[in-house]
């Protein structure tokens, strides 16, 4: 996530807003003359000197471990979602020049006391500001736990999460604001909690679906709900609080805005205004912002300072921000990731608690850094994606490795020795592709390419009909998957990643909402096998993708056969999945091996999170099963041969 990206969110979509430019009066004049890129509005000396640092010159440069370039927030993946932010480097100037680079204290003036002692914040001459390490942490430490300042969850999930501390519902259900008829709560305790942020927030909602002309848009989108409740925060805890100090010292890219946000941010502008029921520039100073300028400003940070909430199984539910985790730095090789593990039995008080847990050893002195795109895509996805949403290009060692093939684009060698060859690309026409290991020539580059385009169209397509008409949206993955197979595609490569983890889901939609077939389950099993199989050759071990990949396998192993194969067949090692007691064994392998990753990336300290204790059930669970089957065949074969020892050796 991204590990889980909501990028419609971040965006903010017109689909959730039916407010146009020209319908706000008093603003659009001064909208599209801030809208545009230049110099940001004037600062206090608290937001000057703690705001993100202009680097002193205007190259970015790669170091031993990673380089970035923003420090803003993010996470991913679909990795996801994400989490953005951002220090970084010149638009101008893409060629790297090495240079030594330098690292200062930064003051926090009395601001992000939650930091523990053992992290600081550093300047560095060549990125910005940064999370730094001043003691050794070890994969799988906790480096940070979090609440975030503001968090609102995604318009689809208000009616099966609670709005204050992002539970799933239980049996019994939400209870709903008997007012707005928008936000639900587990409790009364929950809502009494969130009434302070929400009060002012069930007046807008109200109005604003008074005046909505459909029911489609009426209810605000996420990015519409989160900035109210931003500036609905500042006025609470007060403009001049610590709380409103860091919403401001977050990063802006307003002076390097991309053409194609213009639009995004002044309409995302148009329906803040109108949400909080503003009229003219002047009625937003009460929020601490002295003209249209300012709004502008704060859409930019919120954009970039946007992290995905999740479920613990990473499942996308809404969006967050925190602006002490916004401090981490971006690499596409990360040492770290944003996790919400959601403790077993934790209080509500305390949750959604934000993660951030390292993925592997950093020594001290060494940088924290966190992925804002999904790791599994290609280079150029991840610098395009970069370069839209955080202005910035990634110059880190997995972005600037040189090597024959990349696993997220490559094919099986075409005489099976075990290698892969690079894709085909359209610049290189005709030109044959090799396989790194064996030189075998590719044969048809065409028809590489034409499937290639064709499976990303297919992709494109299906995830857009996810939400809307999953049978078709599963023709598809079912009807163009063995077309880059058959293209010789591998199980990491992209597109057919990311079709194949669609799949996946469509696949256990259906198991859950019917009676699944023994067929559709096996399929289901195959498909996260394939999946399980490309994140491996991808993500390091511990990353939370590739372990929550792992306990969806298990879980799916685990699941009753509604036609389980019959004893007799158990033998039949070439099929997959098995059946019987050898798919069980699988799953229990699956659990094991999940468990030791979740360790990793959702924090060992928390024992995987609730996921993590949900797989150690399963895990005890699948043992007495396996233990009794195993007893069980080991007293027939003890019965069989006291038989035989009772009836004695046959007559000659």
């Not at 409790?187 to 969130?194: A, G, I, V, W």
């Amino acid at each position: 996530m991204s590990f889980g990206k909501l990028k419609s969110a971040r965006k903010g979509k017109e689909i959730h807003s039916f407010v146009k430019p020209e319908s706000v009066s008093g603003f659009s004049d001064t909208m599209k003359a801030d809208t545009s890129p230049g110099p940001l509005p004037s600062q206090s000396p608290m937001q000057i000197n703690a705001a993100a640092p202009k680097n002193s010159h205007d190259t970015m440069v790669t170091d031993e471990q990673a380089v970035v370039q923003h420090s803003p927030l993010s996470q991913a993946s679909e990795e996801q979602a994400p989490p953005r932010t951002q220090e970084h480097q010149s638009p101008t100037n893409p060629t790297p020049v090495k240079t030594r680079e330098s690292t200062n204290s930064v003051n926090l003036h009395g601001c992000h006391t939650d930091l523990p002692s053992f992290l600081e914040i550093r300047e560095s001459s060549r990125h910005g500001r940064g999370l730094y390490a001043k003691t050794a942490l070890s994969a799988g430490e906790i480096i940070l736990s979090i609440i975030p300042h503001v968090f609102v969850l995604s318009t689809p999930n208000l009616e099966y999460y609670c709005s204050a501390c992002a539970a799933p519902a239980a049996t019994a259900g939400l209870k709903r604001c008997p007012k707005c008829k928008t936000v639900r709560y587990c409790n009364s305790d929950c809502q009494n909690r969130d009434w302070a942020w929400h009060r002012r927030e069930c007046n807008a909602l109200q109005k604003w679906a008074a005046s909505a002309p459909s029911s489609d848009v009426a209810i605000p989108g996420e990015p519409v709900r989160c900035l109210g409740r931003i500036m609905w925060g500042s006025q609470k805890e007060g403009l001049d609080s610590v709380w409103a100090q860091e919403i401001r010292m977050m990063h802006s890219n307003r002076n390097s805005l991309q053409p194609s946000a213009f639009g995004s941010h002044t309409h995302l502008a148009h329906s803040v205004v109108r949400y909080l029921g503003v009229s003219s520039p002047q009625e937003l100073e009460p929020y601490g912002l002295k003209s249209a300028g300012d709004l502008v400003d704060l859409i930019s940070r919120f954009t970039t300072n946007t992290f995905t909430l999740t479920t613990p199984a990473l499942t996308p539910i809404g969006i967050c921000v925190s602006p002490t985790v916004a401090l981490a730095n971006h690499s596409c090789d990360p040492n770290a990731a944003l996790v919400f593990p959601r403790a077993d039995g934790g209080s509500r008080v305390k949750e959604p608690l934000l993660s951030l847990v390292a993925l592997r050893n950093v020594a001290p002195g060494k940088e924290i850094r966190i992925s804002y795109v999904d790791t599994t895509l290609p280079n150029r996805l991840r610098q395009n994606e970069l370069k839209e949403v955080y202005s910035f290009s990634c110059q880190c060692k997995l972005c600037c490795r040189t090597t024959a093939a990349d696993p997220r684009e490559a094919l099986w060698c075409p005489k099976s020795c075990g290698g892969i060859c690079p894709y085909p690309t359209e610049e290189s026409g005709d030109r044959a592709t090799h396989c790194v290991k064996c030189n075998a020539q590719v044969g048809d580059v065409g028809a590489v390419l034409d499937a290639l385009r064709v499976g990303q169209e297919a992709l494109d397509k299906a995830s857009s009909l996810q939400s809307k008409d999953r049978v078709k949206a599963r023709q598809l993955t079912t009807n163009i998957t063995p077309i880059l197979t058959s293209a010789g595609v591998t199980p990491s490569s992209h597109p057919l990643l990311a079709l194949t983890r669609l799949h996946k889901e469509l696949l256990i939609d259906s198991l859950s909402s019917s009676s699944p077939t023994q067929e559709t389950l096996d399929e289901a099993v195959r498909t996260a096998a394939r999946y399980t199989a490309g994140l491996q050759a991808l993500l390091p071990k511990g990353h939370p993708v590739r372990a929550v990949a792992l306990g969806e396998l298990g879980k799916l192993l685990a699941v009753d056969e509604p036609a389980p194969t019959s004893a007799s067949d158990y033998a039949g090692a070439e099929k997959f999945p098995p059946s019987g007691p050898p798919r069980l064994k699988l799953a229990y392998e699956s659990f094991v091996k999940a468990h030791e990753e979740l360790l990793i990336g959702f924090g060992k300290k928390s024992g995987g999170g609730l996921l993590g204790a949900e797989i150690r059930e399963a895990i005890m669970r699948l043992e007495k099963e396996l233990g009794i089957w195993t007893t069980g065949i080991r007293n027939v074969l003890e019965d069989t041969l006291v038989s035989a020892q009772r009836v004695g050796p046959p007559s000659q």
